[in-house]
């Protein structure tokens, strides 16, 4: 989950936004009951729609022989709209949300600079949601991903035009590219590059259920799925994020545990066991938040899983991308 360390430039409070969509529940008879009306009363901002340019980000075709399809993290913390309620989820069309996603999607634009770059604002599910745990996480993300799935259905009909594509997402976002996997039709499925699942989990029964879900053994191989998260230590892995059943190391792209250099001072490697990779030789607390400390530990270096690796993740989309035209053209 990206954001900017100063919590309160992204408390705003906004002049309206455009629907409130409320489910109407009987009487709570107890505890559990009480919690699913709670839940059941959503207040959603208006959807977007995405045959409108506005609701994508930069929308431009540079004319690449490859697409990026990618899926923001989590920018926005909750905010109030104008009645007091307080709300969970992005405003697509407010300019100061906008304004923090915007340095996400330039770091992605230049990590994936050699595609065609499809980014689609959605309602995302804000930062307090994901400290609240995995059943309320669950519960309004499932308002957020048919937002996804709509842009995405979008993308495919009419923005790919038959092109090969990459499938992209960091932490919230990445949570999306493993959920759109799932369902990817067989005709798209043959044009996947590969998908990045940067910041989150793949789980062992996910590939078990899933089974076209592959993971990446190597630097060039295609339709497959890379993921990692990185942590100092074991103790610092998120549960929000774990466990993760694969994990790849995008400095030297092994699945085993032989370390590669990150600079000067620190190596990459995975754990194993844990399915992370263990960063080693940087100073921890340089990457510590105390306000995210729910969520991340000292050692979690999660905010950190582009920029670390930026260089690699930028070289080997387009190495992908050329092994893929390379196994079908003729």
């Known amino acids: 989950m990206h954001m900017d360390n100063k919590k309160s430039t992204w408390r705003v409070a906004f002049a309206c936004f455009a629907a409130i969509i409320l489910w109407n529940c009987s009487p709570a008879k107890d505890t559990a009951a009480e919690e699913n009306r709670n839940q059941a009363k959503e207040i959603l901002p208006e959807a977007p729609d995405y045959a409108q340019a506005g609701n994508w980000w930069n929308l431009q075709r540079e004319g690449a022989e490859a697409d990026v399809f990618y899926v923001l993290p989590t920018c926005v913390w909750d905010w109030t709209d104008q009645a007091g309620n307080t709300v969970h989820y992005a405003d697509t069309q407010d300019e100061e949300q906008r304004e923090a996603m915007r340095p996400s999607l330039e770091l992605a634009a230049g990590i994936f600079n050699s595609h065609n770059f499809y980014a689609p604002y959605y309602r995302q599910i804000t930062l307090e949601s994901w400290m609240e745990g995995d059943s309320v996480i669950e519960a309004r993300f499932a308002h957020a991903m048919p937002d996804v799935e709509k842009a995405f259905d979008y993308y495919l009909v009419h923005e790919n035009d038959g092109r090969p594509f990459i499938l992209a997402g960091f932490s919230q976002g990445a949570k999306a590219v493993v959920e759109l996997l799932k369902t990817l039709p067989d005709d798209a499925r043959q044009r996947l590059i590969a998908a990045y699942v940067i910041g989150y989990r793949v789980t062992s029964q996910e590939l078990a259920q899933y089974p076209e879900i592959r993971a990446a053994r190597d630097s060039a191989d295609t339709g497959v799925t890379v993921c990692y998260n990185s942590v100092a230590s074991p103790e610092a892995i998120s549960p929000a994020l774990s466990p993760s059943c694969i994990c790849i ?82």
Do not use: C
């Open 249 to 330: 190391n995008p400095v030297n792209w092994r699945t085993d545990a032989i370390p590669a250099r990150l600079n000067d001072t620190a190596t990459v490697r995975v754990d194993t066991l844990h399915h992370v990779l263990l960063v080693e030789g940087l100073d921890e607390t340089q990457y510590y938040h105390p306000s995210l400390e729910k969520l991340f530990k000292p050692g979690n270096y999660h905010l950190q899983e582009l920029l670390f690796y930026q260089p690699q993740l930028r070289h080997n989309a387009t190495l992908r991308t050329r092994h893929y035209f390379g196994a079908t053209r003729p």
